[in-house]
């Protein structure tokens, strides 16, 4: 078959064939692209310096603020939300699995998973020592770490818990 390769098309005699791009999953692409993770990290550094630029808030209630903004919007994005939102060669097959889930093809730790479960865990620790452990700002910054890390779990991998999110 003579013809050229252009944007997962082949073009042949002037006809259009479908075709698949290399990477089925365009969802677990850009996780695994260059300089993610430094970007990642300078996202979470931008909110926390954001929320430090109200005056009225404490350096406890900020770096609490951070954690669960964090989390929160990490739980949304990683477990809650499911498919892709653009058109991919799969025939459908991750319409119902969270972004988590189609991850490196749901292989278990991966560097990209490691490094998305480890993030969470870190900006823990530092939550705790700049709130100086104080008790409600720990027990608001364990739970809301437990929100993001249970689903992370293997254990946990396609399970739907009371049905939520089963469809």
């Not at 278990?108 to 008790?135: E, M």
Request: proline share 4%; charged share 10%.
């Amino acid at each position: 078959m003579s013809g050229r390769r252009a944007m997962g098309v082949v073009l042949v005699w002037g006809m259009m064939l479908g075709g698949t791009p290399a990477q089925v999953n365009p969802n677990s692409l850009w996780l695994n692209s260059r300089g993610m993770w430094l970007s990642y990290a300078c996202g979470v550094l931008v909110l926390h310096l954001a929320l430090l630029s109200f005056p009225f808030l404490s350096v406890a209630t900020v770096w609490t603020l951070t954690n669960v903004i964090h989390n929160l919007v990490m739980f949304v994005f990683l477990h809650v939300l499911k498919g892709t939102p653009w058109e991919s060669g799969d025939q459908g097959k991750v319409r119902k699995l969270t972004h988590w889930e189609q991850i490196d093809d749901g292989i278990q730790f991966t560097s990209t998973r490691k490094f998305l479960t480890v993030v969470p865990i870190i900006l823990f620790f530092l939550t705790s020592f700049y709130t100086k452990y104080d008790s409600f700002h720990f027990v608001v910054n364990f739970i809301a770490l437990l929100l993001v890390l249970l689903p992370k779990l293997p254990q946990f991998h396609c399970v739907r818990l009371f049905g939520i999110n089963k469809y």
